[in-house]
């Protein structure tokens, strides 16, 4: 069973940055592909950034892109989500998945493990 924690959220100003990470246990971390997704009040979860299992491809919403990263580090079994120019429209729970694909997918069914989220919340 593989196992997905994250960490990093909280309250940051419009402008602010934050780091998400996901530790991941139980398999292989290296693997998998790993995906960020959030979800707002109200609405549905969208994609947010995805990364092959060796880190070499990664893929973005067009909401995002330019402002987070994702990265991971296959020595610790964790994936970051560096997210920067924060704006309120970032506000969301942020969740991590996993699956065994050799490459990210921005489709939620695709991915097999989930975390349990953290709360992003930006002010303005």
């Known amino acids: 069973q593989v196992q997905l924690v994250e960490s990093g959220g909280g309250l940051v100003q419009a402008g602010g940055s934050l780091r998400l990470s996901c530790a991941v246990s139980g398999r292989t971390f290296s693997n998998y592909a790993m995906g960020w997704f959030r979800q707002a009040p109200g609405k549905e979860r969208e994609f947010v950034a995805s990364?092959?299992?060796?880190?070499?491809?990664?893929n973005y919403a067009d909401a995002v892109k330019g402002r987070f990263t994702i990265s991971r580090d296959n020595a610790k079994n964790t994936v970051y989500l560096q997210l920067n120019v924060l704006s309120p429209e970032d506000t969301a729970v942020y969740f991590c998945?996993?699956?065994?694909?050799?490459?990210?997918?921005?489709?939620?069914?695709?991915?097999?493990?989930w975390g349990q989220g953290t709360l992003v919340t930006v002010s303005s």
């Open positions: 990364t092959s299992w060796t880190g070499g491809n990664t």
């Open positions: 998945a996993a699956d065994r694909i050799a490459y990210g997918s921005p489709w939620a069914y695709e991915y097999k493990y």
